[in-house]
């Protein structure tokens, strides 16, 4: 008898087990080449991002560079149609290469030259370029299930809420938390970094993108965002910003932004505050505006 359950269990298992992948594979036939399927990764963060981007449908502008734009929020921007794809702890370069792969690019792309001290990711370049991927038959069906949970669970917020937060933002005054202690180790970092090597790179690497993505249609502005003056100063950024300058030394290729700088405030010299970033973000829509984007 107990033989005999024991069957009787794990046949109903193997049941529930068949109609839940073949519901998924409904599914994945239905809407696989609407929602994209997740690479899997430790890195949740940039994968859902990435992932995101090439599943929905081309936005207006598009965001890449390093930690210092991923503080620029998507919902800052009062344009609809926006994708930040900086990536924290990663180079400008593996986000543009990526959009620049594939077959339909985004009117405007923002390229923020801060930190170019970091050398592409070529496997996630070659994970995200232009339908590349490839994966086992048998993990579609859970990709898609994955795919459909995240793309739920980071549903853009409503307008009328977003809108309302960012004036909740800018009613609050500056911070006035002490980031000395954190500023002075990042200076001192900074100083004893020498980018030339990547930053030569990763320059040149971006030229020949910018190039490319120019020639099907698209505008590309190169950006800096405004760091602490003490982080200005340092060692790391004025060589990086020779380099990046020598690699594109016309004016109308930058877009140069004026933000309130009395009004920013950096939790560590580098990085932007929330209100902070909101700031930027309304100088860089603005110098979009001023030049007719």
Known sequence: MRHSSGQSWLIKCAGVAAALLLACGLATARFGSAVQQPTVTTRDGTIITLNRYVGDP????????SSVAWR???????????????????SPVTSLEIVAKQKSLP???????????????????????????????????????V??????????PDPAEARAGRDRLLDEPASTFDNKVYLDRA????????????????????????????RRGSRAFLLEIPFAAEIEDSRMVKMSKAIVH???????????IDPPMRELRWADGVHLD????????????????????
Request: without cysteine.
């Open 274 to 293: 929330e209100r902070s970033a909101l700031l930027v973000v309304r100088a860089i829509e603005n110098a979009l505006a001023e030049r007719g984007q």
């Open 147 to 156: 795919a459909a949970y995240e793309t739920w669970n980071h549903t853009p």
């Open 58 to 65: 081309v936005p207006d502008v598009v965001m890449v560079g």
């Open 107 to 145: 009117k405007i792309v923002l390229i923020e030259t801060n930190v170019l001290t970091r050398l592409p990711d070529d496997a996630l370049i070659a994970k995200f370029s232009g339908g590349t991927r490839s994966e086992a038959l048998f993990l579609r069906p859970v990709r898609t299930a």
């Open 246 to 256: 020598a690699a594109f030394p016309d004016r109308d290729r930058w877009l140069p």
């Open 187 to 214: 200076v001192q970092q900074m100083n004893d970094d020498d980018p030339t090597v990547p930053a030569q790179v990763n320059a040149a690497r971006i030229r020949a993108l910018v190039d490319d993505i120019e």
């Open 72 to 90: 620029l929020k998507e919902e800052y921007f009062s344009r609809p149609r926006v994708r930040n794809l900086a990536l924290a702890g990663g």
